[in-house]
């Protein structure tokens, strides 16, 4: 991508997130690295792991506990700003799974 459209794209992206109430802390996240354990999607452990949104801010959704999950550079970067469920089937990933663990650690945290 030429680095014009990168920047344009970067730019519409920090506005968007700048009118949304983004209001995920940094020990939420920690909380959620530990509860998940490694990637959400794939489970993979060996790398450095990324905040997802699972309804991606392009659709409306925000950096919140309940809207973000750990995932690795790979899931977040195939994702990029797909309904959740809909990428799980493309990807053939365990959707059942990940929902299930999902609301579990939604309701442990409660």
């Given amino acids: 991508m030429p680095a014009a459209a ?3 794209y970067a730019k519409r992206r920090k506005r ?17 690295v530990a509860a998940w354990g490694g990637c959400a999607y794939c ?4 790398t450095a792991l990324q905040r997802d949104c ?6 409306g959704g925000r950096y919140t506990f309940e809207n973000v999950v750990p995932a690795c550079p790979s899931c977040n970067a195939s994702k990029h ?4 469920t809909g990428w799980l089937r493309r990807k053939k990933l365990d959707e059942r ?3 299930l663990r999902h609301a579990t650690i939604l309701l442990a945290a409660r």
């Avoid at 968007?16 to 959620?32: E, F």
């Avoid at 699972?54 to 659709?59: A, E």
């Fill in 54 to 59: 699972i309804t991606p801010v392009s659709r």
């Fill in 97 to 99: 799974t990940f929902l």
């Fill in 81 to 84: 700003n797909s309904e959740v």
């Fill in 43 to 46: 489970q993979a452990t060996s």
């Fill in 16 to 32: 968007r997130l700048d009118r949304v109430d983004n209001d995920l802390t940094d020990s939420q996240w920690a909380d959620l």
């Fill in 6 to 8: 990168r920047a344009r």
